[in-house]
């Protein structure tokens, strides 16, 4: 345990997300932390993580103020599990500055590209509690920090593509590190020993990872994502969606409609594995068919 006129090896932040509170977190830090770790876990209140995200994120922010401003020099590891880990991305994006000293970010079923069951709960963005701020998609956000700061996001697969809360669709951004755990749902995440081996192994060799060179599937992908309302969907329906297009290289698009006939859509190799799944509101289903159209029309093979 250190001690107070210690100086640490590095500190830790570790940060719970929404409906929890700081005690598994700390377990998780406690187990891959140091003799010589100095640990923060802010508890930010279980009914707080309810609410809106702005308090949590200028609680934690001043946390780290304090903390920097007591080790200037220290080196930074940062852990966040589900919401804990936007939080993060949020207020490293309005702290640029800290970023040289930070070693590494670690991003425990997050969900970057915006959660499908708070745009589900909060469709059109109204402010239902904390779903709108779930909702929001970070990936940009994500990516630029991950080009600064070797950053790992891990996401657990429990039923063909999600942790049984978050999609593993959505876990996914460029420039980061990317672990994959089967059988592992989203609360059982935050505090298990695969993921610290995840994290261990991380640690041992952080690397900012260079995208690859974009292919047609990769200039697809981001071309429905970039579409309006777009939420990355969960796989379990794709094989009850229909071929829409079929396209260069194999590659089709798919569609499919929920009993609410909210449209999805979703992109197979010419194997018939999924490479994207996603979906839209009500309010965006005549651009995502427009959209849709013209991808038709520049690459329908038939």
């Known amino acids: 345990m250190l001690k107070d006129h210690e100086a640490?090896?590095?500190i830790l932040y570790a940060q719970h997300g929404w409906a929890d509170n700081a005690q598994a977190i700390a377990q998780l830090a406690q187990a891959i932390a140091t003799p010589k770790t100095r640990i923060i876990t802010p508890d930010l209140g279980w009914w707080r993580t309810w609410l809106r995200i702005e308090p949590l994120i200028e609680q934690v922010e001043q946390t780290a103020i304090e903390a920097f401003?007591?080790?200037?020099?220290?080196?930074?590891?940062?852990?966040?599990?589900?919401?804990?880990?936007?939080?993060?991305?949020?207020?490293?994006?309005?702290?640029?500055?800290?970023?040289p000293q930070i070693e590494s970010l670690v991003l425990i079923a997050s969900p970057i590209g915006g959660a499908d069951?708070?745009?589900?709960?909060?469709?059109?963005?109204i402010g239902i509690g904390i779903a709108r701020d779930?909702?929001?998609?970070?990936?940009?956000?994500?990516?630029?920090?991950?080009?600064?700061?070797?950053?790992?996001?891990?996401?657990?697969?429990i039923d063909?593509?999600?942790?049984?809360?978050?999609?593993?669709?959505?876990?996914?951004f460029d420039y980061g590190s990317s672990i994959i755990l089967p059988n592992l749902p989203h609360a059982t995440l935050k505090n298990h020993p695969q993921v610290v081996e995840s994290i261990r192994n991380f640690w041992a060799n952080p690397v900012i990872i260079q995208p690859k060179v974009a292919d047609f599937a990769s200039v697809?992908?981001?071309?429905?994502?970039s579409l309006p309302g777009m939420t990355d969907g969960h796989w379990r329906n794709f094989s009850s969606s229909k071929k829409y297009v079929t396209l260069e290289n194999g590659l089709t698009i798919r569609t499919w409609k929920?009993?609410?006939?909210i449209e999805h859509v979703f992109l197979a190799n010419r194997e018939g594995l999924c490479l994207y799944s996603g979906f839209v509101g009500w309010l965006h289903v005549a651009q995502l068919r427009d959209n849709l159209e013209g991808i038709k029309r520049e690459y329908g093979q038939s």
């Open 8 to 10: 640490p090896d590095f």
């Open 69 to 99: 401003s007591h080790h200037p020099e220290t080196p930074v590891r940062i852990i966040g599990h589900s919401m804990g880990g936007l939080i993060w991305l949020e207020v490293l994006s309005r702290h640029p500055e800290w970023w």
């Open 117 to 125: 069951i708070a745009r589900i709960i909060d469709p059109l963005g």
């Open 134 to 157: 779930l909702g929001i998609n970070r990936r940009e956000m994500a990516q630029l920090i991950a080009q600064a700061i070797p950053t790992l996001g891990i996401a657990g697969n």
């Open 160 to 172: 063909q593509g999600s942790d049984g809360t978050i999609t593993v669709e959505t876990t996914k």
């Open 220 to 225: 697809l992908i981001q071309r429905l994502r």
């Open 258 to 261: 929920n009993p609410l006939q």
